[in-house]
């Protein structure tokens, strides 16, 4: 019974890695840039590649939140936009990638996929990402760009800072 009730605890545990409540973004920006992109997932529509089916939305999750707002306050701070965090992060290691970023801030996740945008809106940063041929307007339909199947990215997190924007997006484990 003792073994049964640990084997229990280790579940629950592993359930609040990829779960946990409700989170919330407090910049109103990232709030709309939230809701557009859930509604452009629920509608379907077109990436260089192609046509995409609509996708169930995504939805907000506290890690993977604190690790795109970090990752683009390090992104502002160095004047750069990289998927690795540069030199002088305040936050990782430099060189650390989107996987390791949101490992670290206590998101058990088996596939990650990032966007970032240089732009002066959000709406300008969902155009880029939309208008882009390397895989971030895929992403946001959750589909692999090379294979066309389907990632599992239902998690997600968003950070903004001046002309910096970063969406993180997540197959929790």
């Given at each position: ?13 592993l ?108 709406r ?16 946001l ?26 969406l ?6």
């Amino acid at each position: 019974m003792k073994r049964l009730g640990l084997g229990m605890l280790a579940a629950l545990v592993l359930l609040a890695a990829c779960s946990g409540p409700p989170a919330e973004l407090e910049d109103p920006d990232l709030v709309a840039l939230f809701q557009a992109i859930n509604e452009l997932r629920a509608s379907g529509g077109r990436c260089p590649s192609g046509e995409m089916d609509p996708v169930d939305p995504l939805r907000l999750f506290g890690p993977i939140i604190i690790a795109a707002q970090h990752h683009a306050e390090d992104l502002a701070a160095a004047g750069v936009l990289s998927h690795e965090s540069p030199a002088g992060s305040r936050y990782y290691p430099p060189g650390s990638g989107p996987l390791d970023r949101l490992r670290r801030e206590g998101c058990a996740c088996l596939r990650v996929a990032e966007n970032l945008a240089e732009a002066g809106s959000w709406r300008q940063a969902l155009s880029a990402w939309q208008a882009s041929t390397d895989g971030h307007c895929e992403a946001l339909f959750d589909v692999h760009p090379e294979t066309g199947k389907r990632l599992g990215l239902t998690a997600a997190g968003l950070g903004h800072v001046g002309r910096y924007w970063v969406l993180d997006m997540a197959r929790p484990r």
